[in-house]
């Protein structure tokens, strides 16, 4: 089983950063991939970004340029970098990994909300 805990949302002004963070704890043999989705109000989950257990970055293209995803192998913790932000990023952002633990499963934390508004 593993357990993913976000961090480092809160409340920020247009243009603006955030840096969010998910540690994954438990019983972890190896990361497949680590990233972020999110959901505004009333729309649907959305991904954000994903890294791989080797360093492979993609992003959504309304995010592209202004997020950087990054990944701390030894601690198991993935980072969000937003920077530039926009209130159209108000959203809960949850980190997702899909992990070996000893089987291949997804796991989703419980969400960081972020605002972006003035």
């Known amino acids: 089983q593993v357990q993913l805990v976000e961090s480092g949302g809160g409340l920020v002004q247009p243009g603006g950063s955030l840096r969010l963070s998910c540690a994954a704890s438990?019983?972890?043999?190896?990361?497949?991939?680590m990233g972020w989705y999110r959901q505004a109000p009333g729309k649907e989950r959305e991904w954000v970004a994903s890294i791989t257990g080797g360093g492979n970055t993609n992003y959504a293209d309304s995010v592209k340029g202004r997020f950087t995803i990054s990944m701390d192998n030894a601690q198991n913790t993935v980072y969000l970098q937003m920077n530039s932000l926009k209130t159209e990023d108000t959203a809960v952002y949850y980190c997702h990994c899909n992990a070996r633990s000893p089987t291949t499963m997804i796991y989703w934390g419980k969400g960081t909300e972020v605002t972006v508004s003035s």
């Open positions: 438990g019983r972890i043999f190896s990361i497949n991939v």
